[in-house]
């Protein structure tokens, strides 16, 4: 169950209104990196998890992340409030336009939300579930929140640098910036504490391939780097070695039943190329100067 407490998790000051960080803020709202995404990747993967500890850490983590929509939303609302009042009340102020959108896109929120707290991201897009990349595999899974969670860290930094005129929002934000990175010890302390989490699943990977580097893209700016010169991997440069690396011979084929095969071959007969025909298209037709070489169109 799900209880509420009016105390928000972290005490949210706003020195003055501005719509226009209000909107910016929203990205951490209901945006890809957001705490909706977040808390409902948690909550959901501590839905299906079994092993105790990781289901207890998930649930505890999504609750937190729902704490921290919460002040999130409070931030945009705060932020938001004499803006709102003033469209509600239909204020005539001169400046009201500039006040709300600030000459970026804050109309959409401003207008079509009324300088609410929706579910969007900056530019107004509607949160989706699609944000969550949960694959029931805790190897999987914990390595992608690791990655949501250094996302977030980033989100937050970027923001922070926006509001160095609010000293109170950028240390609210800096409070969720910091627990990112709290979550993000505690994942990976999680995905470590499995043994043998790599390469995810029960299956190895194959010994010809799996130590392998093929330098396929070629040329000036070739560089060796741990990532392909560390002892772990192979260096394939020869393009010869890139190619048919199982040793076959590098085509696709099936095995086709007699009624597939007859009626894959009727397909290709009747879609053959004509390779001696030369045949007069629109744009002989209707050539003009400047169009390159085209052929005579032929006499009809
Ligand atoms: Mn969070
Ligand atoms: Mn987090």
Same mark, same amino acid.
């Given at each position: 169950?799900?209880?509420?407490?009016?105390?928000?998790?972290?005490?949210?000051?706003?020195?003055?209104?501005?719509?226009?960080?209000?909107?910016?803020?929203?990205?951490?709202?209901?945006?890809?990196?957001?705490?909706?995404?977040?808390?409902?990747?948690?909550?959901?993967?501590?839905?299906?998890?079994?092993? *105790?500890?990781?289901?207890?850490?998930?649930?505890?983590?999504?609750?937190?992340?729902?704490?921290?929509?919460?002040? $999130?939303?409070?931030?945009?609302?705060?932020?938001?409030?004499?803006?709102?009042?003033?469209?509600?009340?239909?204020?005539?102020?001169?400046?009201?336009?500039?006040?709300?959108?600030?000459?970026?896109?804050?109309?959409?929120?401003?207008?079509?939300?009324?300088?609410?707290?929706?579910?969007?991201?900056?530019?107004?897009?509607?949160?989706?579930?699609?944000?969550?990349?949960? /694959?029931?595999?805790?190897?999987?899974?914990? /390595?992608? @929140?690791?990655?949501?969670?250094?996302?977030?860290?980033?989100?937050?930094?970027?923001?922070?640098?926006?509001?160095?005129?609010? *000293?109170?929002?950028?240390?609210?934000?800096?409070?969720?910036?910091?627990?990112?990175?709290?979550?993000?010890?505690?994942?990976?302390?999680?995905?470590? =504490?499995?043994?043998?989490?790599?390469? *995810?699943?029960?299956?190895?990977?194959?010994?010809?391939?799996?130590?392998?580097?093929?330098?396929?893209?070629?040329?000036?700016?070739?560089?060796?780097?741990?990532?392909?010169?560390?002892?772990?991997?192979?260096? $394939? @440069?020869? /393009?010869?070695?890139?190619?048919?690396?199982?040793?076959?011979?590098?085509?696709?084929? $099936?095995?086709? =039943?007699?009624?597939?095969?007859?009626? =894959?071959?009727?397909?290709?007969?009747?879609?053959? =190329?004509?390779?001696?025909?030369?045949?007069?298209?629109?744009?002989?037709?209707?050539?003009? *100067?400047?169009?390159?070489?085209?052929?005579?169109?032929?006499?009809?």
């Amino acid at each position: 169950m799900f209880m509420h407490n009016k105390r928000l998790m972290y005490t949210v000051r706003v020195n003055e209104p501005n719509p226009v960080l209000a909107n910016l803020i929203l990205e951490q709202f209901g945006g890809p990196d957001g705490e909706l995404a977040a808390a409902m990747r948690y909550f959901t993967q501590g839905l299906g998890e079994s092993d *105790p500890g990781r289901k207890d850490m998930l649930l505890d983590i999504a609750t937190e992340e729902l704490s921290h929509l919460e002040v $999130v939303g409070n931030l945009v609302s705060m932020l938001n409030k004499g803006a709102r009042g003033k469209m509600a009340e239909g204020l005539e102020t001169a400046d009201l336009l500039a006040e709300i959108t600030g000459g970026c896109d804050s109309h959409t929120t401003a207008l079509l939300y009324g300088g609410g707290v929706p579910l969007t991201n900056s530019a107004g897009v509607p949160w989706t579930s699609a944000y969550v990349d949960s /694959r029931s595999d805790p190897t999987c899974d914990l /390595r992608s @929140n690791i990655a949501a969670e250094s996302r977030a860290k980033i989100i937050y930094e970027r923001l922070m640098n926006l509001c160095k005129d609010d *000293p109170d929002v950028k240390d609210a934000l800096g409070f969720l910036m910091t627990r990112e990175i709290a979550h993000q010890k505690s994942f990976e302390k999680a995905l470590y =504490s499995i043994k043998d989490n790599f390469p *995810p699943g029960k299956l190895p990977g194959h010994p010809d391939f799996v130590d392998t580097y093929y330098n396929m893209s070629q040329g000036e700016g070739d560089m060796r780097g741990p990532w392909n010169a560390s002892e772990q991997f192979e260096y $394939v @440069n020869d /393009r010869d070695d890139q190619m048919a690396v199982d040793g076959g011979d590098g085509s696709a084929s $099936v095995n086709l =039943s007699l009624e597939d095969t007859e009626v =894959s071959q009727a397909m290709r007969q009747r879609l053959a =190329s004509d390779t001696a025909s030369d045949p007069t298209t629109g744009a002989d037709l209707g050539a003009g *100067p400047g169009s390159g070489t085209t052929k005579q169109a032929p006499e009809r």
